[in-house]
């Protein structure tokens, strides 16, 4: 798992490695929800 900000646009990048693309793309949804919960969007 990777939070990176960017340093070029006003986003947050969020990389998972999982065992399957569906876990994780479930846990990069949550920690994604979690980043726009702190940023406020």
Same mark, same amino acid.
């Given at each position: 798992?990777?939070?990176?900000?960017?340093?070029?646009?006003?986003?947050?990048?969020?990389?998972?490695? #999982?065992?399957?693309?569906?876990?994780?793309?479930?846990? #990069?949804?949550?920690?994604?929800?979690?980043?726009?919960?702190?940023?406020?969007?």
């Amino acid at each position: 798992m990777l939070l990176r900000p960017s340093g070029t646009e006003p986003v947050v990048r969020v990389m998972v490695e #999982a065992p399957t693309d569906e876990q994780a793309t479930e846990i #990069a949804e949550r920690l994604a929800g979690i980043v726009r919960e702190r940023v406020g969007l």
